[in-house]
């Protein structure tokens, strides 16, 4: 970019002096800051959208986190149960991260197809290769699948005897 404009001046100059028995000068555009106004423009838009994007992961993890703490309320005589039976606490707390990742991850990954689908779409009618990036995607899939800690571990430290007596 630095290079085109020094090339620009160079041809301008050449070009000017090789038609001086025509009297003409010859001028080149530097559209340089034109380029990097486009540039600062979709910087911007970028962080909007990355912006809305994590406070949409944070609205879903909220909802998630939610719903698996209404998953153990429900569950609570039964986990109790399993408890004075004999479960321990490891295994009630997998129980319950596989059943909040295995819900996030899907989630994740309905959400990510249906992301690439849209930016593909409008990128191939737009004619711009820019994809959804799997590095962030598969970073706020991970980060999802990790909400399910805090519901697994109320599950895992419930006192048997009173999961049992829960109305």
């Known amino acids: 970019m630095k290079n085109s404009s020094s090339v620009a001046k160079d041809v301008t100059k050449r070009l000017t002096h090789l038609s001086q028995g025509d009297n003409r000068e010859y001028k080149s555009a530097d559209m ?41 309320t429900e ?5 109790g149960l399993r408890n004075v039976l004999g479960a321990i606490c490891r295994k009630i707390l997998t129980q319950f991260l596989i059943d909040s990742m295995v819900l996030t991850i899907l989630g994740g990954l309905i959400g990510l197809g249906f992301a690439a689908f849209v930016v593909g779409t409008i990128g191939n009618a ?12 598969m970073g706020r899939i991970g980060f999802s699948a990790g909400v399910g800690i805090l519901p697994a571990n109320k599950a895992s430290k419930l006192d048997p005897f009173e999961a049992l007596r829960y109305d």
């Open 32 to 72: 340089s800051s034109a380029l990097d106004q486009v540039n600062t423009i979709i910087g911007i838009i970028t962080t909007v959208v990355d912006d809305i994007s994590a406070i949409s992961l944070l609205v879903g993890v909220i909802s998630v986190m939610n719903i698996m703490l209404v998953s153990v």
């Open 75 to 79: 569950w609570t005589r039964e986990i």
């Open 126 to 137: 737009m004619d711009l290769k820019e994809t959804v990036s799997l590095g962030v995607a």
